[in-house]
């Protein structure tokens, strides 16, 4: 593999952060309203939310882009789809693992203990978000292909 340049594998990583950022905000609009029986005006909650997870949803593109470049230009390969969509979801997995586990517990919540989510529940949930945020960029963080 010659030296691939990063910023296609960073731009096309950071636009499926954004749309994995998107799809989130929308599944936790469409969630909400579900679960809490119709939230008047939910569909605002959109220009709250919009910047943050399109911000975030960049950033960890960007992350997992940069990643994906560093590891083909070790390897001196280009990965497959399957590998960079592999790639990205571990990557993503082992941060928000690592987040959770981390993270100090908050005494207020001790005082006031709210309803316990069971562990399989919250599994899901991480796996989903390592498939939106981290899967998604990996398909995407690509090289240009030259026209042969």
Excluded: C, H
Aim: proline share 6%.
């Amino acid at each position: 593999m010659n030296k691939k340049s990063l910023f296609p594998f960073l731009g096309r990583g950071a636009a499926g952060g954004a749309l994995g950022g998107f799809t989130i905000l929308m599944a936790t609009i469409t969630w909400y309203l579900v679960t809490l029986g119709g939230i008047p005006y939910a569909y605002l909650f959109i220009f709250q939310g919009l910047p943050l997870a399109l911000g975030v949803g960049i950033l960890v593109g960007g992350f997992v882009g940069a990643i994906i470049w560093t590891l083909g230009q070790v390897k001196a390969r280009e990965f497959s789809s399957v590998g960079r969509t592999v790639i990205g979801f571990v990557i993503v997995l082992v941060v928000v693992v690592l987040f959770v586990a981390l993270r100090p517990q908050d005494p207020e919540k001790l005082r006031f203990p709210r309803e316990q989510v069971s562990w399989t529940q919250q599994a899901i949930k991480v796996v989903m978000l390592a498939l939106v945020l981290g899967a998604l960029p990996g398909v995407l963080a690509k090289p240009k292909r030259n026209p042969s």
